[in-house]
Protein backbone atom coordinates (compact mmCIF):
# COMPACT_ATOMS: atom_id res chain seq x y z
CA UNK A 1 0.00 0.00 0.00
CA UNK A 2 1.71 3.29 -1.34
CA UNK A 3 0.39 6.99 -1.87
CA UNK A 4 2.65 9.17 -3.83
CA UNK A 5 2.32 13.18 -3.56
CA UNK A 6 4.45 16.26 -4.17
CA UNK A 7 3.26 17.92 -0.90
CA UNK A 8 2.51 16.20 2.53
CA UNK A 9 1.43 17.79 5.78
CA UNK A 10 0.63 16.07 8.71
CA UNK A 11 -1.74 17.59 10.97
CA UNK A 12 -5.44 18.47 10.86
CA UNK A 13 -5.73 21.75 13.14
CA UNK A 14 -5.06 25.30 11.76
CA UNK A 15 -1.00 25.30 11.19
CA UNK A 16 -1.84 22.39 8.93
CA UNK A 17 -5.05 23.62 7.02
CA UNK A 18 -2.87 26.42 6.54
CA UNK A 19 -0.43 25.14 5.12
CA UNK A 20 -2.64 23.01 2.28
CA UNK A 21 -4.53 25.61 2.10
CA UNK A 22 -1.59 27.92 0.71
CA UNK A 23 -0.11 25.38 -0.81
CA UNK A 24 -3.36 25.15 -3.33
CA UNK A 25 -2.87 28.45 -4.06
CA UNK A 26 0.66 28.58 -4.80
CA UNK A 27 1.32 25.39 -6.45
CA UNK A 28 -2.44 24.23 -7.43
CA UNK A 29 -1.14 21.98 -10.15
CA UNK A 30 0.63 20.27 -7.19
CA UNK A 31 -0.67 17.13 -5.90
CA UNK A 32 -1.25 17.76 -1.72
CA UNK A 33 -1.95 15.18 0.77
CA UNK A 34 -2.96 15.97 4.34
CA UNK A 35 -2.76 13.50 6.89
CA UNK A 36 -5.07 13.69 9.67
CA UNK A 37 -5.78 11.44 13.09
CA UNK A 38 -9.66 12.67 12.81
CA UNK A 39 -11.84 12.89 10.08
CA UNK A 40 -12.75 16.21 11.38
CA UNK A 41 -10.31 19.36 11.08
CA UNK A 42 -10.09 22.95 11.74
CA UNK A 43 -9.93 26.16 9.52
CA UNK A 44 -9.91 29.43 9.55
CA UNK A 45 -13.06 31.26 8.79
CA UNK A 46 -14.44 35.09 9.49
CA UNK A 47 -11.06 36.55 9.14
CA UNK A 48 -11.31 39.95 9.38
CA UNK A 49 -8.55 43.03 10.04
CA UNK A 50 -8.18 44.42 13.34
CA UNK A 51 -5.32 46.51 11.69
CA UNK A 52 -3.01 46.50 8.83
CA UNK A 53 -1.11 42.91 9.82
CA UNK A 54 -3.44 42.09 12.78
CA UNK A 55 -6.88 39.66 11.78
CA UNK A 56 -9.60 38.11 14.15
CA UNK A 57 -10.56 35.37 13.34
CA UNK A 58 -13.20 31.95 14.13
CA UNK A 59 -11.90 28.41 14.08
CA UNK A 60 -14.37 26.52 12.11
CA UNK A 61 -14.48 22.91 12.42
CA UNK A 62 -15.11 20.76 9.07
CA UNK A 63 -15.06 17.22 7.93
CA UNK A 64 -12.20 16.25 5.74
CA UNK A 65 -14.36 16.03 2.42
CA UNK A 66 -15.24 19.78 2.63
CA UNK A 67 -11.36 21.12 2.45
CA UNK A 68 -10.74 23.56 -0.34
CA UNK A 69 -10.32 21.63 -3.74
CA UNK A 70 -7.28 19.79 -4.69
CA UNK A 71 -6.57 18.93 -0.56
CA UNK A 72 -6.43 14.95 -0.78
CA UNK A 73 -6.79 14.00 2.87
CA UNK A 74 -5.78 9.85 4.63
CA UNK A 75 -7.39 10.00 7.84
CA UNK A 76 -4.56 7.90 9.66
CA UNK A 77 -1.13 8.88 11.79
CA UNK A 78 2.13 9.21 10.95
CA UNK A 79 4.46 6.61 12.61
CA UNK A 80 8.06 7.06 10.77
CA UNK A 81 9.63 9.43 8.35
CA UNK A 82 12.48 8.38 6.47
CA UNK A 83 13.98 11.78 5.37
CA UNK A 84 16.67 10.48 3.13
CA UNK A 85 14.51 8.35 0.86
CA UNK A 86 11.58 10.63 1.28
CA UNK A 87 9.05 8.49 2.31
CA UNK A 88 6.63 8.30 5.34
CA UNK A 89 4.37 5.54 6.63
CA UNK A 90 1.14 5.84 8.86
CA UNK A 91 -0.14 3.20 11.36
CA UNK A 92 -1.80 0.85 9.25
CA UNK A 93 1.31 0.54 7.55
CA UNK A 94 0.67 2.66 4.26
CA UNK A 95 3.95 4.28 2.64
CA UNK A 96 3.51 7.88 1.74
CA UNK A 97 6.20 9.02 -0.72
CA UNK A 98 6.48 12.98 -1.00
CA UNK A 99 9.20 15.48 -2.03
CA UNK A 100 7.93 18.04 0.12
CA UNK A 101 7.02 17.08 4.18
CA UNK A 102 5.48 19.76 6.79
CA UNK A 103 5.03 18.77 9.99
CA UNK A 104 1.74 20.05 11.53
CA UNK A 105 1.18 17.69 14.96
CA UNK A 106 0.39 20.05 17.35
CA UNK A 107 0.88 20.02 21.00
CA UNK A 108 -0.28 17.53 24.10
CA UNK A 109 -1.60 18.98 26.81
CA UNK A 110 -0.12 18.98 30.32
CA UNK A 111 -2.88 17.41 32.30
CA UNK A 112 -1.55 17.15 36.35
CA UNK A 113 -1.59 13.90 37.60
CA UNK A 114 -2.98 12.92 41.14
CA UNK A 115 -0.36 9.06 40.71
CA UNK A 116 -3.26 6.78 40.77
CA UNK A 117 -5.38 5.75 37.99
CA UNK A 118 -8.83 6.00 39.71
CA UNK A 119 -7.73 9.43 40.95
CA UNK A 120 -6.91 10.46 36.84
CA UNK A 121 -9.97 9.65 35.82
CA UNK A 122 -11.70 12.57 37.61
CA UNK A 123 -8.69 15.03 35.59
CA UNK A 124 -9.52 16.48 32.35
CA UNK A 125 -7.34 17.91 30.35
CA UNK A 126 -8.85 20.36 27.91
CA UNK A 127 -7.14 20.45 24.52
CA UNK A 128 -9.55 20.11 21.90
CA UNK A 129 -13.41 19.38 21.08
CA UNK A 130 -13.57 15.89 22.64
CA UNK A 131 -12.75 16.90 25.67
CA UNK A 132 -14.85 19.76 25.95
CA UNK A 133 -17.89 17.92 25.44
CA UNK A 134 -16.30 15.39 28.47
CA UNK A 135 -16.49 18.83 30.42
CA UNK A 136 -19.70 19.32 29.51
CA UNK A 137 -21.15 15.50 30.19
CA UNK A 138 -19.14 16.12 33.83
CA UNK A 139 -20.70 19.36 34.52
CA UNK A 140 -24.27 18.12 34.28
CA UNK A 141 -24.03 16.46 37.51
CA UNK A 142 -21.29 18.26 39.66
CA UNK A 143 -21.59 21.04 42.40
CA UNK A 144 -17.87 21.92 43.18
CA UNK A 145 -15.24 22.32 40.19
CA UNK A 146 -11.72 23.12 40.73
CA UNK A 147 -10.04 24.73 37.54
CA UNK A 148 -5.97 24.66 37.68
CA UNK A 149 -3.58 26.64 35.09
CA UNK A 150 -3.90 30.48 34.62
CA UNK A 151 -3.92 30.57 30.49
CA UNK A 152 -6.44 31.45 27.67
CA UNK A 153 -8.35 28.24 28.01
CA UNK A 154 -8.44 28.47 32.02
CA UNK A 155 -9.59 32.32 32.15
CA UNK A 156 -12.40 31.49 30.03
CA UNK A 157 -13.82 28.60 31.93
CA UNK A 158 -13.64 30.88 35.04
CA UNK A 159 -15.64 33.34 33.27
CA UNK A 160 -18.21 31.13 31.31
CA UNK A 161 -18.90 28.30 34.16
CA UNK A 162 -22.43 28.89 35.53
CA UNK A 163 -24.28 26.65 38.32
CA UNK A 164 -21.47 25.35 39.43
CA UNK A 165 -19.42 25.98 42.69
CA UNK A 166 -15.79 27.24 40.65
CA UNK A 167 -12.62 26.80 42.95
CA UNK A 168 -9.54 28.42 40.64
CA UNK A 169 -6.34 27.39 41.49
CA UNK A 170 -2.91 29.28 39.96
CA UNK A 171 0.49 29.58 40.96
CA UNK A 172 0.58 32.91 40.11
CA UNK A 173 -0.04 36.32 41.81
CA UNK A 174 -2.80 37.41 39.51
CA UNK A 175 -5.74 35.50 37.05
CA UNK A 176 -4.82 35.28 33.37
CA UNK A 177 -0.97 36.27 33.97
CA UNK A 178 -0.16 34.45 30.85
CA UNK A 179 -1.53 37.55 29.05
CA UNK A 180 -2.27 40.33 31.04
CA UNK A 181 -0.43 41.89 34.30
CA UNK A 182 -1.49 42.21 37.67
CA UNK A 183 -3.29 46.06 36.55
CA UNK A 184 -5.55 44.27 34.11
CA UNK A 185 -6.24 41.17 36.08
CA UNK A 186 -8.07 43.58 38.49
CA UNK A 187 -9.82 45.37 35.62
CA UNK A 188 -11.36 42.13 34.91
CA UNK A 189 -12.17 41.05 38.49
CA UNK A 190 -13.92 45.10 38.80
CA UNK A 191 -15.83 44.33 35.92
CA UNK A 192 -17.17 40.90 36.21
CA UNK A 193 -17.80 41.91 40.18
CA UNK A 194 -19.57 45.31 39.64
CA UNK A 195 -23.21 46.12 37.44
CA UNK A 196 -22.62 47.91 33.70
CA UNK A 197 -22.07 51.79 33.81
CA UNK A 198 -25.37 53.15 33.29
CA UNK A 199 -25.63 55.23 30.32
CA UNK A 200 -26.16 58.03 32.99
CA UNK A 201 -23.11 57.60 34.69
CA UNK A 202 -19.83 58.74 33.32
CA UNK A 203 -17.07 56.43 34.18
CA UNK A 204 -13.84 57.27 35.85
CA UNK A 205 -10.77 57.56 33.44
CA UNK A 206 -7.21 57.08 35.43
CA UNK A 207 -3.86 57.68 33.99
CA UNK A 208 -0.95 56.63 35.58
CA UNK A 209 3.03 56.34 34.40
CA UNK A 210 5.19 54.08 36.26
CA UNK A 211 8.47 52.10 35.89
CA UNK A 212 8.78 48.73 35.77
CA UNK A 213 10.15 48.69 39.36
CA UNK A 214 7.39 50.21 40.42
CA UNK A 215 5.67 46.90 40.11
CA UNK A 216 6.55 43.97 41.41
CA UNK A 217 8.98 42.77 44.65
CA UNK A 218 12.45 42.39 43.08
CA UNK A 219 12.28 38.56 43.78
CA UNK A 220 9.48 38.25 41.37
CA UNK A 221 10.42 40.21 38.35
CA UNK A 222 12.82 37.65 36.37
CA UNK A 223 9.49 35.06 37.71
CA UNK A 224 7.48 37.18 36.06
CA UNK A 225 9.18 37.97 32.58
CA UNK A 226 9.42 34.29 32.11
CA UNK A 227 5.77 33.69 33.19
CA UNK A 228 4.50 36.35 30.32
CA UNK A 229 6.07 34.07 27.64
CA UNK A 230 4.00 31.20 28.32
CA UNK A 231 0.52 30.46 26.68
CA UNK A 232 -2.09 28.17 25.45
CA UNK A 233 -5.55 28.30 23.62
CA UNK A 234 -8.05 26.07 22.67
CA UNK A 235 -9.11 28.30 20.04
CA UNK A 236 -10.93 32.04 19.55
CA UNK A 237 -14.44 31.91 21.51
CA UNK A 238 -14.52 27.70 22.20
CA UNK A 239 -16.86 28.18 24.57
CA UNK A 240 -19.74 29.53 22.43
CA UNK A 241 -20.47 26.52 21.37
CA UNK A 242 -21.19 24.62 24.63
CA UNK A 243 -23.63 25.10 27.58
CA UNK A 244 -20.97 24.80 30.53
CA UNK A 245 -23.83 25.05 33.15
CA UNK A 246 -23.31 22.60 36.03
CA UNK A 247 -25.90 20.79 38.48
CA UNK A 248 -25.79 23.14 41.56
CA UNK A 249 -29.26 25.17 41.44
CA UNK A 250 -28.05 26.67 44.75
CA UNK A 251 -25.29 28.23 43.59
CA UNK A 252 -25.38 32.18 41.82
CA UNK A 253 -25.84 31.61 38.54
CA UNK A 254 -22.56 33.71 37.44
CA UNK A 255 -20.77 33.44 40.87
CA UNK A 256 -17.07 34.55 41.03
CA UNK A 257 -14.74 31.66 41.62
CA UNK A 258 -13.20 31.80 44.50
CA UNK A 259 -9.29 31.88 43.75
CA UNK A 260 -6.75 30.67 45.33
CA UNK A 261 -3.56 32.49 44.51
CA UNK A 262 0.26 31.55 44.72
CA UNK A 263 -0.96 28.27 45.33
CA UNK A 264 -0.21 24.47 43.55
CA UNK A 265 -1.78 21.27 44.62
CA UNK A 266 -0.03 19.17 46.90
CA UNK A 267 -2.03 15.97 47.40
CA UNK A 268 -5.52 14.56 45.65
CA UNK A 269 -7.41 11.88 47.47
CA UNK A 270 -10.87 10.29 47.03
CA UNK A 271 -13.03 11.77 50.05
CA UNK A 272 -14.08 8.98 52.62
CA UNK A 273 -17.26 10.96 53.37
CA UNK A 274 -18.40 11.21 49.96
CA UNK A 275 -17.75 10.26 46.34
CA UNK A 276 -15.96 14.17 46.40
CA UNK A 277 -12.31 14.29 45.52
CA UNK A 278 -10.56 15.77 48.28
CA UNK A 279 -7.64 18.38 47.44
CA UNK A 280 -4.89 19.60 49.37
CA UNK A 281 -3.40 23.22 47.68
CA UNK A 282 0.40 24.68 49.21
CA UNK A 283 0.16 27.86 49.22
CA UNK A 284 3.80 29.66 48.43
CA UNK A 285 4.28 31.02 51.92
CA UNK A 286 4.38 27.14 53.22
CA UNK A 287 0.42 26.91 54.39
CA UNK A 288 -1.81 24.45 53.64
CA UNK A 289 -5.84 24.59 52.31
CA UNK A 290 -7.85 21.31 51.73
CA UNK A 291 -11.16 21.85 49.72
CA UNK A 292 -13.33 19.32 47.94
CA UNK A 293 -14.35 18.87 44.69
CA UNK A 294 -16.39 16.53 41.71
CA UNK A 295 -13.55 16.80 39.22
CA UNK A 296 -10.51 18.71 38.44
CA UNK A 297 -9.46 20.50 35.20
CA UNK A 298 -6.19 20.86 33.92
CA UNK A 299 -5.65 23.56 31.93
CA UNK A 300 -1.69 24.16 32.21
CA UNK A 301 -0.70 24.70 28.75
CA UNK A 302 0.69 22.01 25.70
CA UNK A 303 3.84 20.48 24.85
CA UNK A 304 5.11 19.98 21.40
CA UNK A 305 3.80 16.32 20.47
CA UNK A 306 6.02 14.59 17.95
CA UNK A 307 5.57 11.07 19.37
CA UNK A 308 6.84 9.32 15.68
CA UNK A 309 9.98 7.69 14.74
CA UNK A 310 12.80 9.50 12.30
CA UNK A 311 15.93 8.01 10.56
CA UNK A 312 17.40 10.59 12.29
CA UNK A 313 17.02 12.33 15.05
CA UNK A 314 15.14 15.77 15.13
CA UNK A 315 17.36 19.05 16.73
CA UNK A 316 14.91 20.01 19.70
CA UNK A 317 14.33 23.17 21.41
CA UNK A 318 15.27 23.45 25.37
CA UNK A 319 11.30 23.68 25.47
CA UNK A 320 10.95 20.17 23.48
CA UNK A 321 9.90 21.66 20.38
CA UNK A 322 11.10 20.46 16.63
CA UNK A 323 13.69 23.75 16.17
CA UNK A 324 13.10 25.44 12.48
CA UNK A 325 14.59 28.46 10.55
CA UNK A 326 12.66 31.16 9.13
CA UNK A 327 11.70 29.48 6.88
CA UNK A 328 10.18 26.93 8.69
CA UNK A 329 12.92 24.24 7.70
CA UNK A 330 13.88 21.45 10.36
CA UNK A 331 17.36 19.77 10.18
CA UNK A 332 15.92 16.82 8.47
CA UNK A 333 15.92 17.38 4.61
CA UNK A 334 13.26 18.38 2.78
CA UNK A 335 10.86 18.35 6.74
CA UNK A 336 9.25 21.64 7.68
CA UNK A 337 7.59 21.99 10.87
CA UNK A 338 4.65 24.87 11.76
CA UNK A 339 2.59 25.45 14.40
CA UNK A 340 2.47 24.05 18.49
CA UNK A 341 5.47 21.20 17.26
CA UNK A 342 7.44 23.52 16.44
CA UNK A 343 10.16 26.43 18.39
CA UNK A 344 11.31 29.20 16.38
CA UNK A 345 15.30 28.69 16.14
CA UNK A 346 16.05 32.40 14.57
CA UNK A 347 16.18 35.22 16.27
CA UNK A 348 13.16 37.19 17.56
CA UNK A 349 12.46 40.61 15.69
CA UNK A 350 12.75 43.23 17.66
CA UNK A 351 8.67 42.95 18.37
CA UNK A 352 8.28 39.68 17.63
CA UNK A 353 8.28 36.31 20.24
CA UNK A 354 6.66 32.91 20.00
CA UNK A 355 3.87 31.72 21.69
CA UNK A 356 1.75 28.81 21.14
CA UNK A 357 -1.48 30.73 19.74
CA UNK A 358 -4.27 29.65 17.53
CA UNK A 359 -2.82 33.10 15.81
CA UNK A 360 0.55 32.16 15.27
CA UNK A 361 -0.23 28.21 14.38
CA UNK A 362 -1.87 30.05 11.11
CA UNK A 363 0.96 32.54 10.39
CA UNK A 364 3.29 29.48 10.63
CA UNK A 365 1.26 27.01 8.78
CA UNK A 366 1.01 29.59 5.62
CA UNK A 367 4.61 30.43 5.70
CA UNK A 368 5.63 26.84 5.64
CA UNK A 369 3.20 25.98 2.98
CA UNK A 370 5.00 29.34 0.90
CA UNK A 371 8.49 28.31 1.54
CA UNK A 372 7.53 24.34 0.25
CA UNK A 373 6.69 25.84 -3.31
CA UNK A 374 9.14 28.38 -3.36
CA UNK A 375 11.62 25.30 -3.01
CA UNK A 376 9.95 23.44 -5.20
CA UNK A 377 9.08 26.02 -7.89
CA UNK A 378 13.15 27.06 -7.89
CA UNK A 379 12.18 30.91 -6.43
CA UNK A 380 13.29 32.85 -3.68
CA UNK A 381 10.51 33.96 -0.56
CA UNK A 382 11.36 35.89 2.04
CA UNK A 383 10.08 35.25 5.63
CA UNK A 384 6.22 36.95 5.67
CA UNK A 385 5.90 40.54 7.81
CA UNK A 386 3.99 38.66 10.52
CA UNK A 387 6.70 37.59 12.07
CA UNK A 388 7.71 41.51 12.50
CA UNK A 389 5.39 42.28 15.16
CA UNK A 390 3.63 39.83 17.88
CA UNK A 391 -0.10 40.30 17.51
CA UNK A 392 -3.28 38.59 18.82
CA UNK A 393 -6.67 39.15 19.24
CA UNK A 394 -8.79 37.31 21.85
CA UNK A 395 -11.88 37.39 24.45
CA UNK A 396 -11.10 37.31 28.14
CA UNK A 397 -14.00 37.77 30.58
CA UNK A 398 -16.39 39.04 27.80
CA UNK A 399 -14.02 41.68 26.71
CA UNK A 400 -11.85 42.14 23.58
CA UNK A 401 -8.48 41.73 24.01
CA UNK A 402 -5.44 43.06 21.79
CA UNK A 403 -1.88 42.00 22.55
CA UNK A 404 1.22 43.78 20.17
CA UNK A 405 4.33 43.81 20.32
CA UNK A 406 5.89 43.28 23.88
CA UNK A 407 2.51 43.71 25.31
CA UNK A 408 4.34 42.67 29.24
CA UNK A 409 7.98 44.15 28.65
CA UNK A 410 9.02 40.53 27.47
CA UNK A 411 13.02 40.46 26.91
CA UNK A 412 13.13 44.41 27.76
CA UNK A 413 15.06 43.78 31.19
CA UNK A 414 13.99 46.33 33.59
CA UNK A 415 15.01 49.88 31.07
CA UNK A 416 10.91 50.36 30.41
CA UNK A 417 7.77 52.42 31.03
CA UNK A 418 4.16 51.77 31.50
CA UNK A 419 1.30 54.10 30.87
CA UNK A 420 -1.68 53.14 31.72
CA UNK A 421 -5.49 54.39 30.92
CA UNK A 422 -8.25 52.78 32.39
CA UNK A 423 -11.54 53.55 32.41
CA UNK A 424 -13.66 50.69 34.87
CA UNK A 425 -16.25 48.32 33.10
CA UNK A 426 -15.26 49.99 29.70
CA UNK A 427 -11.13 49.74 28.86
CA UNK A 428 -7.92 49.41 29.90
CA UNK A 429 -5.00 50.48 27.59
CA UNK A 430 -1.24 49.74 28.55
CA UNK A 431 1.42 51.10 26.61
CA UNK A 432 4.83 49.94 27.30
CA UNK A 433 7.73 52.39 26.29
CA UNK A 434 11.11 52.44 25.89
CA UNK A 435 13.65 55.24 25.56
CA UNK A 436 10.26 56.99 24.63
CA UNK A 437 8.86 54.90 21.85
CA UNK A 438 6.23 51.97 22.17
CA UNK A 439 7.31 48.95 22.15
CA UNK A 440 4.21 46.83 23.40
CA UNK A 441 1.00 47.29 23.88
CA UNK A 442 -2.05 45.59 25.86
CA UNK A 443 -6.02 46.82 24.64
CA UNK A 444 -8.84 45.77 26.64
CA UNK A 445 -12.18 46.60 25.61
CA UNK A 446 -13.32 48.69 22.29
CA UNK A 447 -10.01 51.28 21.83
CA UNK A 448 -9.77 51.63 18.38
CA UNK A 449 -6.43 51.79 18.82
CA UNK A 450 -4.86 48.62 17.77
CA UNK A 451 -3.83 50.15 13.71
CA UNK A 452 -2.70 53.48 15.58
CA UNK A 453 -0.25 51.16 18.02
CA UNK A 454 0.65 48.79 15.55
CA UNK A 455 2.01 51.80 13.61
CA UNK A 456 3.56 53.43 16.65
CA UNK A 457 5.46 50.35 17.38
CA UNK A 458 6.65 50.14 13.68
CA UNK A 459 7.68 53.38 12.90
CA UNK A 460 9.63 53.45 16.36
CA UNK A 461 8.06 57.16 17.06
CA UNK A 462 9.44 59.04 19.56
CA UNK A 463 7.08 59.66 21.95
CA UNK A 464 8.75 61.52 25.07
CA UNK A 465 7.07 65.22 23.17
CA UNK A 466 3.62 64.25 23.95
CA UNK A 467 4.31 63.10 27.97
CA UNK A 468 0.85 61.64 29.05
CA UNK A 469 -1.11 63.14 26.71
CA UNK A 470 -0.64 60.08 24.51
CA UNK A 471 -3.13 58.54 26.61
CA UNK A 472 -5.43 61.28 27.38
CA UNK A 473 -9.24 60.67 26.16
CA UNK A 474 -9.49 64.07 25.18
CA UNK A 475 -7.07 63.48 22.49
CA UNK A 476 -8.17 61.60 19.89
CA UNK A 477 -4.46 59.97 18.86
CA UNK A 478 -6.22 57.47 16.60
CA UNK A 479 -6.61 60.59 14.27
CA UNK A 480 -3.27 62.08 15.06
CA UNK A 481 -0.80 59.23 14.29
CA UNK A 482 -2.92 57.50 11.56
Known amino acids: MSRNCTFLVVGGGIAGVS ?19 SSVVKSVTNLVPVARYLHKFDVREQNVSDLRAGIGTIVDQLAYINSGEHWARTR ?3 VINYRHLCLCTGGAAK ?63 HISATFVDPGAAEFFQLAKREPDQTATTKPTTAIKRMRYSELLPTA ?74 DFIVSATGVQPRHDYETDK ?12 DEM ?13 VCTAGWPNGAHWFQMRLWTQARQMGAM ?41 GQDLGRDYELLVRCTRNKEYIKFVLQQGRLRGAILIGDTDLAETCENL ?26
Open 19 to 37: CAETLTICCPDETILLLTE
Open 92 to 94: TGL
Open 111 to 173: VFSAGEEELNARIIGLRDTDSVLELQRRLASAKDVLILGNGGIASELAHELHDVNVHWVIKDA
Open 220 to 293: EQEEEQQRSKRGAALGPDWHRSFDLGGGCADSASRAMPKIYYNSQIERVEQSPADTALSVTLKHNDGSVEHLSC
Open 313 to 324: PFHLAADGGIKV
Open 328 to 340: MRTNLCDVYAAGD
Open 368 to 408: AGRSMAAVHEGETVYQDFCFELFGHVTQLFGFPVVLLGRFN
Open 457 to 482: ILNGTDLTPYGDDILNPDIDIEDYFD
